[in-house]
């Protein structure tokens, strides 16, 4: 399989799950629930970059293509984005290669911020919260926005791997973080810090 076989095949994974995060901003705790639909896919692997090459939206058709290799590497690199998106800095090659690292970037112990477009003059995404992580010597920034403003329903909208670009936001603190398995509704604690905070 080549890379966005894998990376699929991880967001596919992905999907079963959901994530509940607890988070401290100046003492006032929030919720966030971080969650995976196969819509998300398209511009999260960078996708919507190639345009001068047919990538279907659909995520159906999409996928289909992709499991039945129409869509593979090659035909990829036939777009003369995949190595360097216009007037960016970013690769669509390196963010559907890191892709397959996707939960581990998030299981590890990593840092979150609160995302602000005034402190990134250079960037033109739309997030709430940045997460940066690090694993196998790879650096990821995974930026997550609120789905419905009604919610704590929250989706992955961009991620990049070893930007040039630092990007910058609002220091906040994790109290809790869990993996649930959709399917067995078992969850997974990966950090907790809200028992202690309560202690105290």
């Known amino acids: 399989m080549g890379d966005i076989q894998d990376a699929l095949a991880t967001f596919q994974y992905m999907m079963g799950y959901k994530y509940k995060f607890v988070i401290s901003y100046k003492k006032v705790a929030y919720s966030i629930e971080l969650t995976f639909d196969s819509k998300d896919f398209h511009h999260m692997a960078g996708l919507h970059y190639l345009k001068d090459i047919d990538i279907p939206k659909t995520p159906k058709v999409l996928f289909d293509k992709i499991t039945n290799e129409k869509i593979n590497d090659k035909y990829l690199k036939e777009s003369v984005y995949y190595f360097q998106i216009e007037e960016s800095y970013a690769k669509v090659k390196d963010r559907i290669s890191g892709l397959r690292f996707l939960e581990q970037f998030l299981d590890s112990k990593n840092l979150i911020c609160k995302y602000v477009r005034f402190r990134n003059i250079y960037s033109n995404i739309d997030a709430d919260y940045l997460i940066k992580s690090a694993v196998n010597h790879m650096t990821a920034y995974i930026f997550l926005k609120k ?43 990966l950090y907790n810090r809200l028992n202690k905070d309560a202690a105290k």
Not at 149 to 178: A, H, M, T
Request: hydrophobic share 25%.
């Open 147 to 189: 789905r419905d403003k009604r919610s704590n329903d929250y989706c992955i909208c961009s991620f990049f791997i070893e930007p040039k670009s630092e990007y910058n936001g609002i220091n906040v603190y994790w109290l809790y973080k869990s993996k649930i398995d959709l399917g067995s509704g078992s969850e997974n604690i």
